[in-house]
C-alpha cells in the first residue's frame, strides 16, 4: 500500500488496513537495565495485549496496550515478589502497565510511534522507534504482522525510586531502563 503523507510516499508491503490483535504467543514485553553497575538484567511480562488499527494512512495509525504487573519475571522468584511491592511497581495497587499512542510520524526514514506510558499511576510521554518485520498469511489462514519497538525510560520518572548503595561504590540499579517490544498481530476478520 503507498500512503502520502506530507509529500512523502510510505511503502509498506503487505501493509492492511484493520484491527490488528497482538498474538502473545508469538510475542514478548521485555526490558533489561543496569545491575551493581557491571551488567543488565532482563525481565519480561508474561501477559499482556495490544490492539493495533491500521489506518489508509499508516501515519493515522494507533495502538493500546497494557501489561499485568503481576506477570513480571526475572528468572528470579525473590526479585521478582520484590519487584511486585511498593519499592517498585505496587502490583496490587497499579495492576497494569499501559500504552496509548498519541501520532505516528516518520524522522529520517524511520518510524515513530508517541504516545502516553503509564506506571504506577504516573503517565509521562515517549517514543517508541517502530521498525517493520513484515506481514504474511500462517498456515492457518490468518494475515499476520510482525514490528519490533524499543524505548528507553528512566524508571524514576514512573516513581520507581527504589536503590540502595553499593560497598565498592555506586549503586544496585541504574535509573535507565530499555525496553524492547517484539510483537506479532494477527489481522482480525
Known amino acids: 500500500m503507498t500512503s502520502t503523507a506530507t509529500a512523502t510516499t510510505i511503502e509498506i508491503p503487505g501493509y492492511r488496513v484493520g484491527t490488528w ?4 504467543a508469538h510475542s514478548e514485553i521485555g526490558f533489561s537495565i543496569r545491575h551493581i553497575m557491571i551488567s543488565k538484567v ?19 495509525s494507533s495502538v493500546t496496550a497494557s501489561a499485568e504487573v503481576a ?8 526479585r521478582d515478589a520484590h519487584l511486585r511491592t511498593g519499592d517498585f511497581f505496587e502490583a496490587e495497587k497499579y495492576p497494569t502497565i499501559d500504552f496509548v499512542s498519541t501520532g505516528v510520524r516518520v524522522e529520517n526514514g524511520e518510524f515513530k510511534v508517541d504516545g502516553d506510558l503509564t506506571i504506577r499511576g504516573i503517565t509521562k510521554p515517549v517514543t517508541f522507534d517502530f521498525e517493520f518485520g513484515g506481514f504474511g498469511g500462517d498456515p492457518y489462514g490468518n494475515y499476520k504482522g510482525g514490528a519490533t519497538a524499543k524505548t528507553t525510560i528512566n524508571r524514576e520518572d514512573f516513581g520507581l525510586t527504589y536503590n540502595a548503595a553499593l560497598e565498592t561504590g555506586g549503586v544496585l540499579l541504574g535509573d535507565t531502563v530499555a525496553i524492547t517490544l517484539e510483537l506479532q498481530a494477527s ?3
Open 42 to 60: 532482563k525481565g519480561k511480562f508474561e501477559r499482556f495485549d495490544a490492539t493495533f488499527v491500521t489506518a489508509e494512512n499508516p501515519l493515522d
Open 71 to 78: 506477570s513480571i519475571t526475572t528468572n528470579e522468584p525473590n
Open 187 to 189: 489481522l482480525q476478520q
Open 21 to 24: 490483535k497482538v498474538d502473545t
